[in-house]
Nanobody
Framework: QVQLVESGGGFVQNGGSLRLSCAVS????????MGWFRQAPGKEREFVAA????????YYADSVKARCTVSKDNTKNTVYLQMNSLKPEDTANYYC?????????????????????WGQGTQVTVSS
């Protein structure tokens, strides 16, 4: 069992920055990837970024790769999403997720159905 708790969301102006955090606890030993997804009202949940558990590999959606950085503090089991130059279209509820595979095969870091555990989300609102 894995528990994920996001924090760091808030209200910022266009062009502002936020740093989201995801505290990971529980049975973390076999986690492969940690992902960030977001969902705006009336929209599908979409991939934002991901990082493998060791922190050696990162992945980004094209829409955010120039403005976001995903990182991990391995001593604290905390994953971060630094978001800069925020735009109103970044407004969404942001979720962190943990991929803990139970069988071998292709790993789709950008597919939400790949992930097994989800946090409660943290709201990011960017004003014009």
């Amino acid at each position: 069992q894995v528990q994920l708790v996001e924090s760091g969301g808030g209200f910022v102006q266009n062009g502002g920055s936020l740093r989201l955090s995801c505290a990971v606890s529980g049975r973390t030993i076999r986690i492969l990837n940690m992902g960030w997804f977001r969902q705006a009202p009336g929209k599908e949940r979409e991939f934002v970024a991901a990082i493998n558990w060791s922190g050696s590999n990162t992945y980004y959606a094209d829409s955010v790769k120039a403005r976001c950085t995903v990182s991990k503090d391995n001593t604290k089991n905390t994953v971060y999403l630094q978001m800069n130059s925020l735009k109103p279209e970044d407004t969404a509820n942001y979720y962190c997720a943990a991929d803990q595979p139970t069988r071998p095969g292709r790993v789709w870091h950008d597919r939400q159905d790949e992930y097994d555990y989800w946090g409660q989300g943290t709201q990011v609102t960017v004003s014009s």
